[in-house]
C-alpha cells in the first residue's frame, strides 16, 4: 500500500535535532539526527489511528501530540512520549475519540493545553470545531 508523510514537527534536543512525521497509514517515526546520522529513536506502525494528519512536539519536547482523521472509530488526537524506552517503540500517554477528524493541532506555549481543530469539509475554511484539552487529554471546551 502507498504511504506517505501528512505531518512533520522538528525539536532541538541536548543529543541533537529531534524529527517526528506521522503518515497516511497512521505511522508515526521519531528519528534523531545527531551529527551527519540519522537515527531512528522509535515508530509506531499500529497507532490505533487512520491517518496521522496533525503532528507537533510538546514546547519541551517531552510529548507529541498526533491528531487523526478517517473514519468515525478513528478520529482522535493522542499523546505520545517523545524518547521511547526502551528504543523502537513510542508509549503512548493519553488519547480521546472525536467525531470529526482532526486537520491540526497545537500545544499552547506552557504545555499545559493542547487544542485540536476540525473542518466542515476539505473545501471549506470553516473549522467544524476548536477543541481545548489538558495535557491529559481531558475536555475542557469545544467552539463550534
Avoid at 24 to 42: A, C
Avoid at 65 to 74: E, I, M, Q
Avoid at 94 to 115: C, F, K, M, Q, R
Wanted: charged share 15%.
Amino acid at each position: 500500500s502507498y504511504d506517505r508523510v501528512l505531518s512533520i514537527d522538528t525539536h532541538i534536543s541536548e543529543h541533537g535535532l529531534e524529527i517526528v512525521a506521522g503518515s497516511t497509514s497512521g505511522k508515526i517515526i521519531l528519528w534523531l539526527l545527531s551529527g551527519n546520522k540519522l537515527l531512528v529513536l522509535g515508530q509506531e506502525s499500529s497507532a490505533g489511528i487512520s491517518m496521522a494528519a496533525s503532528i507537533k512536539f510538546s514546547p519541551d519536547g517531552s510529548r507529541i501530540a498526533v491528531g487523526s482523521y478517517g473514519n468515525v472509530t478513528v478520529n482522535s488526537i493522542s499523546i505520545w512520549v517523545a524518547a521511547p524506552k526502551p528504543r523502537g517503540r513510542l508509549n503512548q500517554l493519553a488519547s480521546s475519540s472525536l467525531l470529526s477528524g482532526v486537520e491540526s493541532v497545537a500545544w499552547s506555549p506552557d504545555g499545559v493545553y493542547i487544542i485540536a481543530v476540525s473542518y466542515k469539509s476539505s473545501s471549506s475554511l470553516a473549522p467544524r470545531s476548536i477543541t481545548i484539552f489538558d495535557e491529559g487529554l481531558s475536555l475542557l471546551r469545544t467552539l463550534s
